[in-house]
């Protein structure tokens, strides 16, 4: 099973709005992570997570904010967000962040619109 | 900074026909992924090729990793209607095995 799952599969917000974001695998990955990406474009890098600490923050706005509250679950919660952070919003999981080799296998995202 | 150059960006041809999707770096990558991804859904994983000149098969798709893992192909015969989608490479390279560079995709139509 190389399943990751993603909810909600749609989200719209107000810029006042707080939601969160879901991600959960349970393949027994230990490095976890979020990519924002905006159409016909490729994935862009935002948090990695390696055994439930976050190892790289790639100087994402302070309105994003990771968690990991344990090895399966992975959350990205919202909080005063732009119309340009409109976009679908990927996790993936892979087996460790230092496994040459080792795949990262991506859920099937949230589309999310900030209005 | 490492780059992967995807070529060609966009792609459409006719059902039956073959194609050819290049990534080029002048950085060595320890491992390259490809993936496929459908509008509005999330990259799905198609292979993973890690030794230089490495050759893998799936179907009608065939992948192969350059002898110094600078350089990838996607290969795909007879091309169908269900292979229409945006084709990525991404390459793990150095000693960050969790950062990937991302290719700028391919966008493949197949028309029937």
């Known amino acids: 099973d190389t399943e990751v799952t993603q909810t909600p599969k749609h989200l719209v917000m107000g810029m006042t709005n707080k939601k969160s974001l879901k991600c959960e695998q349970h393949m027994g990955h230990r490095a976890m992570y979020w990519y924002k990406q905006k159409a016909k474009k490729p994935p862009e890098l935002m948090f990695v997570y390696s055994y439930e600490k976050l190892s790289i923050n790639e100087s994402v706005p302070s309105r994003f904010s990771p968690e990991c509250p344990n090895s399966s ?12 952070d409109s976009a679908l919003y990927l996790c993936a999981s892979q ?21 | 900074t490492q780059l992967l150059e995807q070529s060609p960006q966009f792609l459409s041809i006719q059902e039956g026909e073959n194609l050819t999707v290049y990534c080029n770096s002048s ?21 993973t090729v890690v030794t230089g000149g490495e050759v893998k098969k799936l179907k009608r ?24 989608g945006l084709y990525l490479c991404a390459g793990a390279g150095g000693g960050s095995n969790y950062k990937l560079t991302f290719g700028k995709g391919t966008l493949l139509t197949v028309n029937p």
């Open chain 1, 73 to 84: 679950l992975l959350n990205l919660h919202l909080h005063a967000l732009q119309p340009e």
């Open chain 1, 95 to 115: 087996k460790g962040i230092r496994d040459r080799g080792s795949e990262q296998y991506f859920g099937p995202g949230t589309r999310l619109t900030v209005t």
């Open chain 2, 27 to 47: 950085s060595v990558f320890s491992s390259l992924q490809w993936y496929r991804q459908e509008p509005g859904e999330g990259p799905v994983l198609l292979v």
């Open chain 2, 61 to 84: 798709l065939t992948f192969q990793f350059g002898d110094a893992r600078k350089d990838s192909s996607l290969h795909i015969t007879a091309a169908q209607p269900g292979d229409t």
